[in-house]
C-alpha cells in the first residue's frame, strides 16, 4: 500500500514562509505525478503545485510566483516551499501522488496563517 506521509504545516504570521515535504512509500518515479492540494473550510480540494516524472511543474494560479515545488530522488520525497504566505493561504494541504487513473492521498497538514 502506498502511503504520503506529510510534514511541515504550522501557524505562520501573513508574509511569512513554511517549507511542507511529503515522503512517499515508493519511489516517486513510480508516479505520473506527485504534488500538492489544499482544501480551505466549505471549499472544493484545489491543485496547488505538482512535478511530473519528466521534472515539468504545474502551479494554481493563486500561488504563482510564492510556491515552489521541488523534490529529493534519493529521499523520495517532495517539497512544497511557500513564501509571502496570505491570509487566503490558510487550509489543509495534502499530498497526492497519482499513476494513470489511480491516486493516493496522504492525510494532510494544516497551514494556518493569521496575524
Known amino acids: 500500500q502506498v502511503q504520503l506521509m506529510e510534514s511541515g504545516g504550522g501557524l505562520v504570521q501573513p508574509g511569512g514562509s513554511l517549507r511542507l515535504s511529503c515522503a512517499v512509500s515508493e519511489n516517486i518515479f513510480n508516479f505520473n505525478a506527485v504534488g500538492w492540494y489544499r482544501q480551505a473550510p466549505g471549499k472544493e480540494r484545489d491543485l496547488v503545485a505538482d512535478?511530473?516524472?519528466?521534472?515539468?511543474?504545474r502551479f494554481g494560479d493563486s500561488v504563482k510566483g510564492r510556491f515552489t515545488i521541488s523534490r529529493d530522488n534519493a529521499k523520495n520525497t517532495v517539497y512544497l516551499q511557500m513564501n509571502s504566505l496570505k491570509l487566503e493561504d490558510t487550509a489543509v494541504y495534502y499530498c497526492?501522488?497519482?499513476?494513470?487513473?489511480?491516486?493516493?492521498w496522504g492525510e494532510g497538514t494544516q497551514v494556518t496563517v493569521s496575524s
Open positions: 497526492r501522488a497519482n499513476i494513470l487513473c489511480r491516486q493516493y
Open positions: 512535478i511530473n516524472v519528466g521534472g515539468r511543474t
